[in-house]
């Protein structure tokens, strides 16, 4: 199976960099498409993505790719829904591979805490607006809210024992979400067709700090 002949998947991975544009400013604008893997390694679970870095500091060589499995992209070459799952997951690897590259590009450093936090926090900006873009497959949740997001992302006991990083990524993302949608966060209606100015403020500076930018 190769991804070149994937349009939907390349779409979407598209159109999620367009949803965080919304957000963040990004260093590195080449287009995402050159660095989607052609196949999935036989390793990597059918419902999982993975961002793979490796730098040669001799050769001065940098190889970064992201991988999906097999069921997210049959899902989402094949369907007219998509999962909240594999949605989350494309997400999520399309945040690490943005500020890996950014930090790359930057000659700044970030830890992996660091990168798994913005994950979290960049999967939920995902949901948020996925459904108001004139694409498919959709999702089949209509949120009313930001609770209404909350309440199916946020849930620490999907990780198991030894994933203590991930549990306090999520749990750091949580708070920094809070206070950046602090206006909306209580608020009963949110409209998901516009960007949250002060949302946009304070996360566009949270990730310029992670990226060690002074301002």
Same mark, same amino acid.
């Given at each position: 199976?190769?991804? &070149?002949?994937?349009?939907? %998947?390349?779409?979407?991975?598209?159109? %999620?960099?367009?949803?965080?544009?919304?957000?963040?400013?990004?260093?590195?604008?080449?287009?995402?498409?050159?660095? =989607?893997?052609?196949?999935?390694?036989?390793?990597?679970?059918?419902?999982?993505?993975?961002?793979?870095?490796?730098?040669?500091?001799?050769?001065?060589? %940098?190889?970064?790719?992201?991988? *999906?499995?097999?069921?997210?992209?049959?899902?989402?070459?094949?369907?007219?829904?998509?999962?909240?799952?594999?949605?989350?997951?494309?997400?999520?690897?399309?945040?690490?591979?943005?500020?890996?590259?950014? !930090?790359?590009?930057?000659?700044?450093?970030?830890?992996?805490?660091?990168?798994?936090?913005?994950?979290?926090?960049?999967?939920?900006?995902?949901?948020?607006?996925?459904?108001?873009?004139?694409?498919?497959?959709?999702?089949?949740?209509?949120?009313?809210?930001?609770?209404?997001?909350?309440? =199916?992302?946020?849930?620490?006991? &999907?990780?198991?024992?030894?994933?203590?990083?991930? &549990?306090?990524?999520?749990?750091?993302?949580?708070?920094?979400?809070?206070?950046? *949608? !602090?206006?909306?966060?209580?608020?009963?209606? *949110?409209?998901?067709?516009?960007?949250?100015?002060?949302?946009?403020?304070? =996360?566009?500076? =949270? &990730?310029?700090? %992670?990226?060690?930018?002074?301002?």
């Amino acid at each position: 199976m190769k991804i &070149r002949d994937k349009s939907k %998947l390349f779409a979407s991975c598209n159109h %999620l960099v367009s949803i965080l544009s919304g957000y963040y400013n990004f260093y590195n604008k080449e287009p995402i498409d050159d660095y =989607l893997i052609s196949s999935p390694s036989n390793d990597l679970l059918a419902n999982c993505g993975q961002t793979l870095f490796e730098e040669n500091a001799e050769s001065n060589e %940098l190889f970064i790719g992201i991988q *999906f499995g097999n069921y997210i992209i049959d899902e989402i070459e094949n369907n007219e829904f998509i999962s909240l799952n594999s949605l989350a997951v494309i997400s999520e690897e399309i945040s690490h591979f943005k500020i890996i590259i950014d !930090t790359v590009v930057l000659n700044s450093n970030i830890s992996k805490l660091e990168i798994e936090m913005l994950g979290e926090i960049d999967r939920f900006i995902c949901l948020m607006h996925w459904n108001q873009l004139k694409i498919h497959p959709k999702l089949t949740n209509n949120w009313k809210n930001l609770h209404d997001i909350c309440d =199916l992302v946020f849930q620490g006991d &999907r990780f198991i024992n030894e994933d203590n990083i991930y &549990r306090e990524a999520e749990g750091l993302a949580f708070k920094h979400l809070k206070s950046a *949608f !602090t206006n909306n966060w209580d608020s009963s209606y *949110f409209d998901f067709s516009k960007i949250d100015t002060q949302a946009k403020d304070y =996360l566009s500076k =949270l &990730r310029e700090k %992670l990226l060690k930018i002074k301002f």
